[in-house]
């Protein structure tokens, strides 16, 4: 391959920019032209492209979010979105792509390979970590670590008014940031989408919390554990059981911010293996980390089985709340 074309989709995430300078250097050194395309999906459509040089990519390995920008695409959820993507692909002598981003990003990549024959490979860039075939998503990291930086502070006041704080953070479908921040935080409850925890059984633990002499809480409710969210799931807890309660959601707060070291090097590593591979001939696959190692895994894989969370985790946190 001779020019291939990078890009960032769907929620951004802290290494993506990390990511993108990993794939454009280890290209250049490897004599490919590389091409960034802007906003996505959205931008292919639009045929906003950019040549990327190794200077392009400096200074970017420290920040937030994605120099590329990201978009989440309607019209390319669509044939003829999608077919108007191909054509401007094929018009800027592109021959490959690495899209960087989370399952909505590889459903997109897998639709635009079946239909027009594009050879894709994938880096998963999100937060959520809800990606099969890869221990850890690029971003997931820093995430967990800005949503315990806010729990921390949120612990002080909770402490000081004898309160109880419902911390709503993201993940509509999966509950890794819950649990790795519920258990780092010292959670008394972290209700999860995949462990259903209803009002009955959080208004108990409150009620056993405080005979037991704790004066106050922190119950880490992900996204979508729960119809409505925290402020919900706070209401009708104290409707059982009364108690003096707030809610605090940090939403995007978790999405941004310079990435750990974690997620740089995990980018760094990932981003590059996901160029060599496709200039290797093999596409279709996503670039993940399964115990140490890279390893690769069908893209269809990577969307839809599913990754189960780390029950020994959870419950170690029921444990450790005692
Ligand atoms: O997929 C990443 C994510 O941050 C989810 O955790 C969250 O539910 C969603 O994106 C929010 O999306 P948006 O930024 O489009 O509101």
Do not use: C
Not at 148 to 170: C, G, K, N, P, Y
Not at 178 to 202: K, Y
């Amino acid at each position: 391959m001779k020019k291939i074309g990078v890009f960032t989709s769907g929620g951004d995430a802290p290494g993506m920019n990390a990511a993108v300078r990993a794939v454009v250097r280890w290209l250049s050194a490897n004599e490919v032209e590389v091409v960034g395309i802007k906003r996505g999906y959205a931008g292919m459509i639009d045929g906003e492209f950019v040549a990327l040089t190794p200077r392009d990519v400096a200074n970017i390995i420290q920040r937030g979010g994605t120099i590329l920008r990201t978009a989440r695409s309607k019209a390319f959820m669509t044939p003829e979105g999608r077919a108007e993507a191909a054509k401007q692909i094929a018009k800027a002598g592109i021959e490959g792509l690495v899209a960087i981003g989370g399952d909505g990003t590889f459903r997109g990549a897998i639709k635009l390979t079946q239909e027009h024959r594009i050879p894709i490979v994938g880096v998963p860039g999100t937060i959520d970590n809800d990606l099969y075939g890869t221990d850890f998503t690029i971003g997931f990291d820093t995430a967990v670590n800005t949503a315990l930086d806010a729990i921390d502070r949120i612990r002080d006041t909770a402490a000081s008014h004898e309160r109880v704080f419902f911390i709503e953070v993201m993940g509509r479908h999966a509950g890794f940031i819950a649990l790795n921040v519920g258990l780092a935080g010292g959670a008394e409850v972290i209700a999860l989408p995949e462990v259903p925890t209803g009002p009955d059984e959080i208004a108990e633990q409150i009620r056993v919390s405080e005979a037991k002499g704790k004066s106050s809480s922190i119950i880490v409710v992900a996204e979508g554990a729960y119809p409505g969210g925290a402020d919900t799931l706070m209401r009708a807890a104290q409707e059982i059981y009364p108690f003096e309660g707030r809610v605090t959601v940090l939403g995007h707060i978790q999405r941004g911010g310079s990435p750990t070291a974690h997620d740089r090097v995990l980018a760094s590593r990932l981003g590059a293996a996901a160029a060599e591979t496709l200039v290797a001939g093999t596409s279709g696959v996503m670039l993940g980390e399964v115990e140490g190692e890279i390893a690769l895994t069908p893209l269809a894989d990577a969307v839809e089985k599913r990754k189960p969370i780390n029950r020994d985790l959870y419950e170690l946190a029921g444990v450790l709340a005692e």
